[in-house]
Nanobody, 122 residues
């Protein structure tokens, strides 16, 4: 069984910074794309940023250069550095990854973490 475990959320004042981490564990053969999503109360879950195993990244427009996604393939971990946080960034942040596991390496599993709360006070 494979799982993603997020950490690093918390309460921060507007203008502050946080770094989220998400570590994958289990019988992992390969991890392709890893991403961060977020869901605010009464809103749909939305993509924040994604990164492929090659390092190619893409970001939501609302990030506007404030966030940076990175990954350490040796640790099966993805990070999200968030700077200049705004109250509108308050949400539960979820990690997502496309993971191939042993022994069935032909199937890519869409795996989600349990989420970590980020609260930005004004």
């Amino acid at each position: 069984q494979v799982q993603l475990v997020e950490s690093g959320g918390g309460l921060v004042q507007a203008g502050g910074s946080l770094r989220l981490s998400c570590a994958a564990s289990g019988s992992i053969f390969n991890i392709d794309a890893m991403a961060w999503y977020r869901q605010a109360p009464e809103k749909q879950r939305e993509l924040v940023a994604a990164i492929r195993s090659s390092g190619t990244t893409n970001y939501a427009e609302f990030v506007q250069g404030r966030f940076a996604i990175s990954r350490d393939n040796t640790k099966n971990t993805v990070y999200l550095r968030m700077d200049s946080l705004e109250p509108e960034d308050t949400a539960v942040y979820y990690c997502n990854a496309g993971i191939t596991t042993e022994p069935d390496i032909t199937r890519v599993r869409d795996v989600w973490g349990q989420g970590t709360q980020v609260t930005v006070s004004s």
